[in-house]
């Protein structure tokens, strides 16, 4: 009995989880193939299930499949890049970790973990293509690298113009930059202000988000790859080569595994690069501009960013402060923001109710100036021919978070004090309430609670996931 319940516990685990599952035979035979590998693959079980896996997929041999690696090494493949074609022709992509199985010394088969990695790789491809021909300064010498300059910068508070004017000083050097902002505070905006300000201003700015890449593929982004040095690969220049004279800004820094990071130091202090798979030293000119969300000094303090990294990068350090740090700039950033869609909306708006200029006054803004910036657009577009935003235009979802998640007097005496908390676990503190307050509000949808936090649907997945909560279901 207990032997049954086991199976069936298996087998209802294996269709319910979202990786993939591939179990082969001793022989090479598919004996277990998930609902989830089925999506990613574009198969059906009943297609792989009792065939040779190499009848199934015509471009795998014994050297390059990691379920036959893993049986002929009789040792684990780990976190290894894919890329291959199905029986249907399609091509796919996805990081595998594959486990031999073994029945006492017996070896009995194994087992393949997969992570569906298709259509990032598709669109890293199409935007390293895409930046290899917009940087290319013999035939693009008019290109128009970045869109943001300080005059971009809106905001008079004495924190932010501290933010602008050490800004303004490292674009007169050469040296790297390290950014500490919390999300929607406007990393990118400063990286970019510095570079058209910079000596390289004419020269390559490329942008790269390090978070929610798993390493196989950031690595060959940021590096190049040589082709044969994983299956699918091709002779591919990386990120550094392509933004070489110019800027390279690396957002999300932190999430970057200590093996990457070690990796990127010695780039940093070689100022060579070598492409993955590739034998040659490719000498390199980049400014780097790394950012994070989190607090760099206190992970550095946790051995999560490694500290000859962060001594490296953190030669000038730029904090961005919080909206609600600066709450005297908000109605100018409103301002900018009616100006700014009047004109792309064709509206004439002049100014917000009294009611809804108090809301944005007493909330905290949890998404930052992005958030601001989303419920003016969502406004804009409910007005029609009116001159003032009332709560009427605010979308259902964003009046009930303002009205429900101001500082409001009866909010104040809700609030717990701050005591002896340092003011950013205080303010982690209020970021994990708001998300539970949206995340309850639009009742566990990710993407509805992400938007009324004017926060993307990969940062509140990424934020949920650090707070090691299960607010998303």
């Not at 073994?102 to 990032?120: M, Q």
Request: with cysteine; charged share 25%.
């Amino acid at each position: 009995m207990d032997q049954k319940l086991l199976i069936y516990a298996t087998q209802n685990i294996l269709q319910e989880i979202e990786e993939g599952i591939h179990i082969i035979n001793r022989e090479g035979v598919t004996v277990a193939y998930n609902e989830a590998m089925e999506k990613i693959e574009g198969l059906s079980a009943e297609t792989v299930i009792g065939r040779h896996l190499l009848e199934v997929f015509p471009n795998w041999t014994q050297e390059n499949s990691t379920l036959l690696m893993a049986m002929t090494h009789r040792k684990p493949v780990r976190q290894k890049m894919q890329s291959y074609l199905n029986l249907k022709g399609k091509r796919i992509t996805t990081v595998n970790t594959t486990f031999p199985i073994f029945e006492g010394e017996d070896l009995v088969g194994a087992v393949e973990i997969s992570k569906n990695f298709t259509d990032v790789t598709h669109m890293s491809e199409k935007i390293l293509d895409l930046q290899a021909k917009l940087v290319n300064p013999e035939k693009y010498k008019f290109q128009v690298r970045t869109h943001y300059t300080f005059e971009h910068l809106i905001g008079r508070s004495p924190a932010f113009m501290e933010s602008i004017r050490i800004a303004r000083r490292a674009a007169e050097t050469t040296s790297s930059v390290l950014i500490h902002g919390d999300t929607g505070t406007g990393k990118e905006l400063f990286a970019q202000s510095i570079h058209s300000a910079s000596s390289r201003w004419d020269k390559p700015f490329i942008a790269q988000n390090c978070a929610a890449i798993p390493d196989t593929l950031l690595e060959s982004i940021l590096f190049g790859s040589v082709k044969g040095s994983f299956t699918g690969a091709l002779d591919r220049p990386g990120l550094f080569e392509q933004a070489n004279g110019g800027t390279l800004f690396l957002d999300e820094i932190n999430s970057m595994s200590e093996e990457l990071q070690a990796k990127l130091l010695r780039v940093l202090q070689e100022s060579y690069v070598r492409r993955v798979g590739g034998q040659q030293d490719i000498k390199i000119n980049v400014r780097i501009i790394a950012a994070t969300n989190e607090d760099p000094f206190e992970l550095m303090q946790s051995g999560a960013f490694r500290k000859d990294l962060f001594y490296r990068l953190n030669v000038i350090y730029i904090k961005i402060p919080l909206l609600c740090e600066r709450q005297d700039d908000i109605p100018l950033l409103v301002d900018h923001f009616v100006r700014q869609y009047n004109e792309s909306l064709d509206k004439d708006v002049w100014m917000l109710s009294g009611e809804v200029s108090q809301w944005f006054k007493d909330y905290y803004w949890p998404g930052n100036v992005r958030e601001l910036q989303n419920f003016i657009e969502s406004a804009m577009n409910m007005v029609t021919d009116e001159h003032v935003i009332g709560r009427e235009h605010l979308p259902s979802h964003v009046a009930e978070l303002l009205r429900g998640q101001t500082y409001s007097a009866g909010a104040k005496e809700e609030m717990t004090p701050r005591g002896s908390q340092t003011l950013a676990a205080f303010l982690r503190g209020i970021e994990e309430k708001e998300i539970e307050r949206a995340m309850k509000l639009n009742g566990g949808n990710i993407s509805r609670a992400a938007e009324s936090l004017g926060l993307s649907r990969q940062n509140l997945q990424y934020k949920l996931k650090q707070l090691g909560s299960d607010l998303h279901g």
